[in-house]
Every structure is written in structure tokens, then in C-alpha cells.
């Protein structure tokens, strides 16, 4: 029984939908994969926005902390 479907033929339940419900399935089903991709890419924008952030304070920090110590120094 494991064996593997290559053709539509072999599964059933797509058979049993007319063509304008496959085209409105198919429209869901690229509707939820454009969705999907969007928030990947949201998710990666804001990741890169949080590092980018994260390096700028990390930088004011370091040069806050040079000037504390520059003036102890004095």
C-alpha cells in the first residue's frame, strides 16, 4: 500500500471536485502561500531591523562607556 501517487488519477478526493471548485481552492491555496511568504519576510525584516538596532546601540554604548572612561582618566 506505500505505494506513491505520480498522477492526479491516483487521488481520489480531487476528482471528486468540479473544476470551479479546484480553481477556488486553488486560489485559497495561493492566498495562504502568499501570506505565508509575506510573513517570512516580515519576520526577516524585522529580525535584520532588530540586529541592525541592536549593533547601533550596542555601538552608543561602547562610546558612552569610552567617555566615562576618558573622563575618570582626567
Do not use: W, Y
Not at 11 to 31: D, F, G, H, S, Y
Not at 49 to 58: H, K, V, Y
Amino acid at each position: 500500500m506505500s505505494m506513491q501517487r505520480t498522477s492526479l488519477e491516483f487521488i481520489p478526493e480531487l476528482n471528486l471536485l468540479n473544476e470551479e471548485e479546484a480553481q477556488t481552492q486553488a486560489r485559497k491555496n495561493r492566498k495562504i502561500v502568499q501570506h505565508e511568504i509575506s510573513m517570512k519576510l516580515a519576520m526577516k525584516g524585522t529580525e535584520s531591523s532588530f540586529s541592525s538596532g541592536a549593533e547601533a546601540g550596542d555601538q552608543s554604548r561602547s562610546s558612552d562607556t569610552m567617555i566615562t572612561i576618558e573622563k575618570k582618566k582626567c
